[in-house]
């Protein structure tokens, strides 16, 4: 199946491209699509704004697409800066100002109270209008300072609680963050691979 990967983000293309075709599908970008939609993401939830995106693009591509919304969720700051998380410094993708934010945030809030995740909702939507949401959530905490050069957004501020090995999961013992861990670490254990993961189980019944 050719899919449109409903995204703008070139670390998140990477991420779903990745996915996608280790699944067995062709991915279209929207720049080889031709497509410069910016869809206003007036969702008051992940799964709202992804939905909201898929169905954009799907009507643009006229293909099946894939589109996520996702963000960081922190307890301390109350779940922010959560479906905001893209322009939680005020300039949408600027990762530089958002990571200086939630570091200012976060100065006074000692270890062991730093608890955050990592969530996606990925909606798969059909050119006839029928659509597929799903939701995975990585749990973690927020790092003290950034690391880490192989990740994007908030990657190099996220210590997640498990890392992927092998077929499995270890404790992240090391505390690396996402921007810190090789692809297949990260693909085991992120909120988007455990979105795809739902998603790729329940396509074979969602298309008959």
Do not use: W
């Not at 075709?21 to 929207?30: C, P, R």
């Not at 497509?35 to 954009?56: H, S, V, W, Y």
């Not at 990657?155 to 498990?162: E, K, Q, S, T, V």
């Amino acid at each position: 199946m050719t899919v449109c990967a409903a995204t703008n983000n070139p670390g998140k293309l990477k991420e779903l491209r990745r996915i996608l075709e280790k699944a067995g599908h062709a991915v279209k970008s929207l720049r080889e699509l031709g497509i410069t939609l910016d869809p206003e993401e007036t969702g008051a939830t992940f799964a709202q704004n992804a939905r909201i995106k898929a169905a954009a693009f799907c009507a643009a591509s006229g293909l099946p697409t894939v589109a996520d919304d996702s963000g960081l969720c922190v307890d301390a700051l109350g779940g922010a800066p959560g479906v905001f998380s893209a322009r939680y410094a005020g300039v949408h993708g600027d990762d530089e100002a958002n990571n200086r934010k939630l570091l200012a945030e976060m100065q006074a809030v000692p270890a062991g109270q730093r608890a955050a995740r990592f969530v996606s909702a990925v909606c798969f939507m059909l050119p006839d209008g029928r659509a597929l949401t799903v939701e995975g959530v990585c749990p973690g905490s927020v790092a003290f300072a950034p690391a880490g050069e192989n990740g994007f957004g908030y990657d190099p501020l996220f210590i997640p609680d498990r890392v992927g090995v092998g077929a499995g999961t270890v404790e992240n013992a090391a505390r690396r963050t996402y921007a810190e861990l090789a692809d297949a670490e990260k693909d085991a254990i992120s909120h988007r691979g455990r979105a795809m993961e739902k998603l790729e189980s329940e396509l074979s019944e969602f298309l008959k």
